[in-house]
Each structure stands twice: as C-alpha cells, then as structure tokens.
C-alpha cells in the first residue's frame, strides 16, 4: 500500500509539475519563446525565402525552420508556400483562398484555418504554385507523409517535461499561427491599418504587432514590394524579420537577394535616363508624395476658405472629401463621393492639374509599346509643365523627381 501511496503521490508530482518541476513563469517563458521560434521559422523560410525566392538560406538554418515547423505546425512546405503565391497571383478576387475582400472578414478570422486547410486539398493550386519547394528525402518520407508526427511528439514532449500544464503549452502552440496569420495577418492585414503605397489590393500595414509576428504585420509593404526580403520602408517602422536576417547574414548564413528600391536625392538636373529608371523602379514612392502633396493641397484650399468665411460650405465639404480620397487611385474611391470629389476637382484648378498630370506620370510606366527614348522625352516635357504650371506642389514633385537617383545596391 506505501508503495502504491508513493507511486500515486510521484504521479501527482509530474502531472503538477512534470519532469524539470518549474515555475509558470518559466513555462509561460518556453512557450514564447517557442511561439516565437515559430514565426520567425514562417517569416523567415516558408514565407521569405521559399514562397517569394526573397532571401537565400544556408543549409543549417533552412534545416533547422524545416525540422522546427514539422514540430510545433505540422504545416508541409509546398501547401504553405502554393497558398501563399496563389494570394498574391488572385488577391481580392474569389479565387484568393483567404481575402477578407472577397470571403468577408469575419470569415477569415474565425474560420482561417479552415480556408488553409481547404485549399491545401486542391492538387491543381499544389501542381501550379508549389514548384521549387523541398523534395528531398526527409520531405517527402517524414514532413509531408506524416505532418501530425511532429506536433504529436511536441504533445509527448510538453507533457513530460511540464506535466498536465504541457497541454496548454501545447494547445497555445497550437493556436499561434492560426492566430497570427489566419487572423491577424491575413484578415486585419487586409481590412485595418494604415497604407503607405496604393497597392493593387486592400493590404495595410499593421502596428504595433511587430514583435509578435515577426514584421509580417507591414503586409501593404509586402505586397508593394513582394520579392523584397526587407518588409519595413519608413524610419519609424520596425522589421524584426530583417533584424534576424542580419544577424544569419553576419554570421554568412543567409543573403538577401532584394530590399525594397530607395530614391536618393542629389543635384537637381534634366531628366534623362537614370532618371526614368529611378522613376519606373520607385513608382509607389512616387505615387505617395503625389499623395501627400495632394493633401497639402488640400489643406491650402481649406485654410483659403476659412480666410474667406466660407469653412462648412459645400464646396469645404467637397475639399475635406477630396483630402481623403484623391490621393487614392480613382477606383478605389466609393462611388457615392466620385460626384463630390469631381465637384472639389472643379472648384479648384491646382487639385484637378495634380489629379492630371499624376495620370500623365502614371502613363510613362504603364505603357509596354514605347520606347525608353521617347518616354526620356516625355517625362522632361512633364517635368517642365509641371515647373511652369504655378502648382507649388507640382512645381516640388518635378524638382524632387530630377534631383533622384538609385543607390548601388548595399546591404
């Protein structure tokens, strides 16, 4: 009986406090760190280096992502890597697997995972996005064949080591991802936030959940710049993904193959073709000081209305509308303002030759069937009516723009 006594008492000490009998403290500890061991192997591998060929990975620490994901995601590379290029290639239409835009967003947070899991079904998404994933050996007899045999080993291994709280250490490990990307970053990336570039999709960038998923919450970033290893384009904003990137690179384990493309600003002079690449290579910059430009203004027609005691009248009304949406493209502007919008246009010569002469801009990368000298030719014909045009910001925008120039690439 005392040793039966002993036996249940030794049982009740390991399922309290499991083999190594630590504090919760240190459990809670373990498992952000292996939360956060997690998304970085996501942010890192699958969605860096293998879905968007963005960072090349020595052996070791692919090795490493690879064995880690098996273990606390069970998720197989090539459906991961072929979700995520199918997304990019059918953003917001009702074949992208998992778009707040076309499924809803409350879809998407609740039900994720479900979307993931759907679509990895589909061998024709696997067949067409998943080319280039692992294939070796280990990938194809233990990854992919038996993807619950490392979550289940995790399970065993919690247990052991914590005891009974091994379980919610495990269900918490469980979740993260499905947390993370399903909910956070493919649902609210995709419907809250803030935008930097008029990407062709609803994608923002979130903050500040940056150490929590890695960088992977400066999504409209990303989808301006998909093959850049980098996320962050803003000194306030803060990629840890990159942070780990350098380190792996210090230590010649990784080299990212592309950063997202930075206008230098030197001595202003005619454009030509130096300044046509910078131009086609930063667009989105571009598009984004016409924005802010554009809102400036704005703000100048306001602050002349005020001073003329017009402030609440319709056409100050129709100018704080057009501060929000002209500096969007004009198909993202919700139809019932496009009256309203075109009626500040009207009102207001400087804001309709912005609006102008952004498409005119626009026109020298858009177009596939002229030549790189005759486009030489009209951006110095644009840079000269917008110098001449009496708009203080066009006037800015054309400076700016013949003072540009690409860096070498550094990292």
Request: proline share 4%.
């Given at each position: 009986?005392?040793?039966?006594?002993?036996?249940?008492?030794?049982?009740?000490?390991?399922?309290?406090?499991?083999?190594?009998?630590?504090?919760?403290?240190?459990?809670?500890?373990?498992?952000?760190?292996?939360?956060?061991?997690?998304?970085?192997?996501?942010?890192?591998?699958?969605?860096?280096?293998?879905?968007?060929?963005?960072?090349?990975?020595?052996?070791?620490?692919?090795?490493?992502?690879?064995?880690?994901?098996?273990?606390?995601?069970?998720?197989?590379?090539?459906?991961?890597?072929?979700?995520?290029?199918?997304?990019?290639?059918?953003?917001?239409?009702?074949?992208?697997?998992?778009?707040?835009?076309?499924?809803?967003?409350?879809?998407?947070?609740?039900?994720?995972?479900?979307?993931?899991?759907?679509?990895?079904?589909?061998?024709?998404?696997?067949?067409?996005?998943?080319?280039?994933?692992?294939?070796?050996?280990?990938?194809?007899?233990?990854?992919?064949?038996?993807?619950?045999?490392g979550v289940?080993?995790?399970?065993?291994?919690?247990?052991?080591?914590?005891?009974?709280?091994?379980?919610?250490?495990?269900?918490?490990?469980?979740?993260?991802?499905?947390?993370?990307a399903a909910?956070?970053?493919?649902?609210?990336?995709?419907?809250?936030?803030?935008?930097?570039?008029?990407?062709?999709?609803?994608?923002?960038?979130?903050?500040?959940?940056?150490?929590?998923?890695?960088?992977?919450?400066?999504?409209?970033?990303?989808?301006?710049?998909?093959?850049?290893?980098?996320?962050?384009?803003?000194?306030?904003?803060?990629?840890?993904?990159?942070?780990?990137?350098?380190?792996?690179?210090?230590?010649?384990?990784?080299?990212?193959?592309?950063?997202?493309?930075?206008?230098?600003?030197?001595?202003?002079?005619?454009?030509?073709?130096?300044?046509?690449?910078?131009?086609?290579?930063?667009?989105?910059?571009?598009?984004?000081?016409?924005?802010?430009?554009?809102?400036?203004?704005?703000?100048?027609?306001?602050?002349?209305?005020?001073?003329?005691?017009?402030?609440?009248?319709?056409?100050?009304?129709?100018?704080?509308?057009?501060?929000?949406?002209?500096?969007?493209?004009?198909?993202?502007?919700?139809?019932?303002?496009?009256?309203?919008?075109?009626?500040?246009?009207?009102?207001?010569?400087?804001?309709?030759?912005?609006?102008?002469?952004?498409?005119?801009?626009?026109?020298?990368?858009?177009?596939?069937?002229?030549?790189?000298?005759?486009?030489?030719?009209?951006?110095?014909a644009w840079?000269?009516?917008?110098?001449?045009?009496?708009?203080?910001?066009?006037?800015?925008?054309?400076?700016?723009?013949?003072?540009?120039?690409?860096?070498?690439?550094?990292?």
């Open positions: 009986m005392e040793a039966l006594n002993s036996l249940f008492a030794a049982f009740a000490t390991w399922a309290g406090e499991g083999l190594l009998g630590v504090s919760g403290l240190t459990m809670v500890a373990v498992t952000l760190v292996v939360t956060h061991l997690t998304i970085i192997s996501v942010t890192l591998f699958l969605h860096r280096s293998q879905a968007h060929r963005a960072l090349d990975l020595h052996a070791i620490p692919s090795h490493f992502f690879r064995f880690w994901l098996w273990l606390t995601t069970g998720m197989v590379t090539k459906e991961w890597v072929s979700i995520h290029r199918k997304h990019h290639a059918k953003c917001e239409t009702s074949e992208d697997p998992h778009s707040p835009v076309a499924h809803g967003l409350s879809t998407v947070l609740q039900r994720g995972s479900e979307l993931y899991r759907a679509e990895a079904k589909n061998q024709e998404t696997l067949s067409k996005y998943g080319h280039g994933t692992p294939n070796d050996w280990i990938e194809r007899n233990l990854y992919t064949r038996h993807s619950v045999w289940s080993l995790l399970l065993i291994v919690f247990l052991a080591l914590f005891g009974a709280w091994g379980a919610t250490m495990w269900a918490v490990t469980m979740m993260w991802i499905p947390v993370t909910g956070i970053i493919n649902g609210l990336g995709h419907a809250k936030g803030y935008r930097n570039f008029e990407a062709p999709d609803a994608s923002t960038n979130l903050m500040p959940w940056g150490l929590v998923i890695g960088g992977e919450e400066l999504h409209n970033n990303h989808h301006t710049f998909p093959t850049s290893a980098k996320f962050s384009v803003k000194r306030f904003e803060f990629d840890l993904g990159w942070f780990y990137i350098r380190v792996l690179q210090t230590l010649k384990l990784a080299q990212p193959r592309k950063v997202p493309p930075q206008m230098l600003e030197g001595d202003i002079k005619p454009a030509d073709q130096q300044t046509l690449e910078t131009l086609i290579a930063n667009r989105y910059e571009v598009m984004a000081r016409f924005g802010r430009e554009m809102r400036a203004a704005c703000r100048r027609e306001l602050k002349r209305l005020k001073a003329e005691g017009a402030k609440q009248s319709a056409q100050w009304r129709q100018i704080k509308l057009a501060k929000r949406w002209l500096p969007r493209d004009a198909d993202r502007i919700p139809g019932e303002h496009v009256a309203q919008i075109q009626a500040a246009r009207m009102a207001s010569p400087a804001l309709d030759k912005l609006v102008q002469m952004r498409e005119e801009l626009r026109s020298l990368w858009t177009r596939t069937n002229v030549s790189a000298e005759q486009l030489v030719k009209e951006l110095q840079c000269q009516r917008a110098e001449e045009s009496g708009v203080a910001e066009l006037r800015a925008l054309s400076m700016r723009l013949r003072a540009s120039r690409m860096p070498a690439f550094a990292m």
